[in-house]
């Protein structure tokens, strides 16, 4: 297996840092090109599903490597985990194998692989393939981006028979049912092959799911087709989809306005455009999750090394004025690192409510004056929107401001190469992977991460002692003591205030309803057509 995926091959496939973050993934809005469709009378055909997705389609279509919402929602039309999990509900259900796991604390699960089964290629799927897959996951020589989701807890992956694995635990760990999903299955007899690997960032896709790629073109679209041989439990439902990619809000729009659309859904709609989709007789509804925009400090630049310094920084922003005007109302203050509505959320022991005086009097406390601060930001349009309100708020306590935003990769790139950093205004939504805690937090929060190397923190006392925390939380069987120590993790999380969300958001999606049902808005980036029908 390759050992060479560099930081800067992480970052530009991935879009992601530490545990796959969201950031180049969404907001690779910056490099999509203009959309060819290639289907004439998209909007008329029955047998195609005509979708807009609002992110750049020129990242990593390895599953084990991406974190681009485009490839993401693409694969899981194109592969299955041994588990999977519905896209709304995010609950477990059984994909290649024939059932679920029936002790959710034992310390191994064995699995036995759907009858018939095939690659897109003809091939059976077998458990050499099972077993290829998640050596490569665990390999820390491969260091795949999923890895840090499963090895903490999996121990390894054996086979049986041809038909059948064991997964061997590290210690019971109820939330690995959700977690396989994570894992898509990939044919050995394709991947093993060298250069293969290369192959698959750039677009080849060889599953077991309902669909097989038809066509990619990474700055315009990706075609599926339906896989005559699926024998799974939820087959395609149309016989062809094509997937486009338009990150001009504007283009994006018109594909699916008026009667005559091209499309039939399209993503991340914009806040602005809600209530004219509305009136034209469009669904447009929101899915409410981790979607955030959190502000990362160099803790290795005085005065951001003083926890005061991040915390008035953080009270001093008038966070409803933002909701207000950058997010029409489509946005919560943030009151933990997890979003409100998520089981595990509780208010922190330090809630950022909008506190000028009380951010001066913190920045006087930590002898700080006259502070000039350079925010670096994504220019993805809704936090670009968003960094005026900031600005201001910290005008307003005699913070002088100047604003940055640019190019996602252009700005990882600078961090990637070490270069000086004060601020930096971003996007995440680790919910594309799953909705646990543990999940959640070491997307950003894990030990020898990017985004800990970027803001400094990792190798510090407090950085070791959160990572601790979070392990303790991860090993603990019993369910109410989990969460008592994931509350005391966050409330960590929140008063170190290193890389800690101002609000979250709501993500917006748009359907015809005349043309398109069994479909929802997700609160992750993507969509997910596998129950859609074409009306």
Same mark, same amino acid.
């Given at each position: 297996?390759?050992? /060479?995926?560099? %930081?800067?091959?992480?970052? +530009? ?6 545990? $796959? ?48 919402? *485009?490839?993401? !929602? ?39 692989? =759907? ?20 050596? =490569?996951?665990?390999?820390p020589e491969a260091n795949v981006l999923i890895g840090?989701?499963? %090895? ?26 959700? %977690?396989?999903?994570?894992? #898509? ?10 250069g293969a690997w290369d192959q698959a960032k750039g ?8 669909? @097989? ?20 439990? +939820? ?24 009667? &005559? ?46 926890? +005061? ?9 008038? @966070? ?13 203050? &943030? ?11 509780? =208010? ?11 951010? @001066? ?22 936090? !670009? ?21 640019? /190019? ?44 800990? #190397?970027?803001?400094g923190y990792d190798g510090s006392k407090d950085a070791? $002692?959160? *990572? !601790? ?18 509350? =005391? ?42 129950? $859609?029908? +074409?009306?």
């Amino acid at each position: 297996m390759s050992s /060479d995926f560099s %930081r800067r091959d992480f970052l +530009r496939y991935s879009g992601a840092t530490g545990a $796959a973050a969201f950031i180049a993934a969404t907001l690779s809005a910056c490099s999509g090109g203009p959309a060819s469709t290639g289907s004439v009378g998209a909007g008329t055909n029955k047998d195609l599903i005509t979708a807009v997705i609002g992110y750049g389609n020129d990242q990593s279509w390895d599953p084990t490597q991406t974190a681009s919402a *485009f490839a993401m !929602a693409g694969i899981s039309h194109v592969y299955e985990g041994l588990l999977d999990t519905d896209p709304i509900t995010r609950e477990p259900y059984a994909a290649l194998a024939t059932e679920l796991p029936s002790d959710l604390d034992a310390t191994s699960w064995n699995f036995t692989l =759907r009858e018939g089964a095939t690659w897109h290629d003809g091939k059976p799927v077998t458990a050499d393939d099972v077993v290829f897959t998640f050596e =490569r996951v665990l390999d820390p020589e491969a260091n795949v981006l999923i890895g840090n989701f499963f %090895r903490s807890w999996l121990k390894e992956v054996k086979k049986i028979d041809d038909r059948n694995v064991e997964l061997v635990f590290t210690f019971p760990f109820a939330d690995a049912a959700p %977690r396989l999903t994570i894992a #898509k299955i990939m044919p050995k007899h394709v991947f093993s092959q060298a250069g293969a690997w290369d192959q698959a960032k750039g677009g080849k896709a060889v599953g077991s799911g309902p669909y @097989k790629l038809a066509a990619h073109n990474p700055k315009s679209n990706t075609s599926f087709e339906a896989y005559d041989g699926y024998n799974g439990p +939820r087959p395609a439902t149309v016989k062809k989809m094509n997937w486009l990619t338009i990150v001009d809000a504007a283009a994006r729009v018109a594909k699916i306005s008026g009667g &005559s659309a091209e499309a039939q859904i399209a993503d991340n709609i914009p806040y602005a455009n809600v209530d004219q989709l509305k009136q034209q007789g469009l669904t447009v509804e929101g899915g409410k999750g981790m979607n955030h925009m959190f502000l990362m400090f160099n803790t290795e630049a005085k005065p951001f090394d003083d926890v +005061r310094v991040r915390q008035a920084l953080h009270y001093a922003i008038d @966070k409803q004025k933002m909701i207000d005007v950058a997010l029409k109302g489509h946005g919560t203050a &943030s009151s933990s690192f997890l979003n409100e509505g998520h089981p595990d959320h509780k =208010r922190a022991s330090v809630v950022y409510d909008y506190d000028p005086d009380k951010a @001066k009097a913190l920045l006087k406390e930590a002898g700080v004056s006259d502070l000039t601060v350079n925010l670096m930001a994504v220019n993805v349009s809704w936090i !670009a929107d968003c960094l005026p309100t900031i600005a201001a708020s910290w005008e307003a306590v005699g913070i002088k401001t100047t604003l940055e935003p640019q /190019d996602t990769a252009a700005l990882f790139t600078k961090m990637d190469q070490d270069q000086d950093y004060q601020v930096v205004a971003a996007a995440s939504n680790p919910n594309q992977f799953g909705m646990d805690a543990d999940l959640i937090c070491r997307y950003n929060f894990v030990k020898g991460g990017l985004w800990m #190397k970027y803001a400094g923190y990792d190798g510090s006392k407090d950085a070791d $002692a959160l *990572f !601790a925390l979070m392990d303790e939380a991860t090993k603990e069987p019993d369910k109410e003591k989990k969460k008592a120590t994931v509350h =005391r993790y966050l409330d960590m999380i929140a008063e170190q205030a290193v890389l800690y969300p101002v609000v979250h958001t709501e993500l917006m999606t748009a359907w015809d309803a005349k043309k398109l049902s069994g479909v929802e808005a997700q609160p992750y980036p993507g969509i997910n057509l596998l129950q $859609a029908k +074409r009306t």
